[in-house]
């Protein structure tokens, strides 16, 4: 299998979102999730779905994330889809805007980023 079949299904199109993930699509999704994290910890992660850098970055963390045993809500950003949001997202939290981007939540606030090849778990553990 080559690497570019590691990325895509072979016919071209990505293949389908991991059933963890909790879209954000409005601002509402993402109040949702904000308000979420005064219960447990959350972690957004901002995709560029055409990047080829963000989605080889996807597939390594979901791999990670597969194999987590610890429970946490996954939420994912499509940027080029959801531009606003990630804005926003970056003016309430204060967290400068990268892609792809994880950024972890507790309390309302952001306690952890990490950007490009240093995003894995250990950001949100």
């Not at 972690?43 to 779905?49: P, Q, V």
């Not at 996954?74 to 003016?91: G, T």
Request: charged residues 25%.
């Amino acid at each position: 299998m080559s690497f570019f079949d590691k990325i895509f299904d072979g016919k071209g199109e990505t293949t389908e979102q991991k059933s963890f993930w909790k879209k954000i699509e409005s601002e509402e999704d993402l109040q949702k999730a904000v308000e979420s994290s005064f219960q447990h910890r959350i972690a957004i992660f901002k995709h560029s779905t055409s990047c080829f850098i963000s989605k080889t970055v996807l597939k390594n963390f979901e791999k990670e994330i597969e194999n987590l045993d610890q429970k946490i809500d996954l939420y994912y950003l499509d940027l080029l889809a959801h531009r606003p949001i990630s804005n926003k997202i970056a003016e309430d939290l204060g967290v400068t805007h990268q892609s792809p981007q994880l950024i972890v939540i507790e309390n309302g606030k952001a306690i952890n980023n990490a950007s490009h090849q240093s995003i894995s778990v250990d950001q949100i553990i």
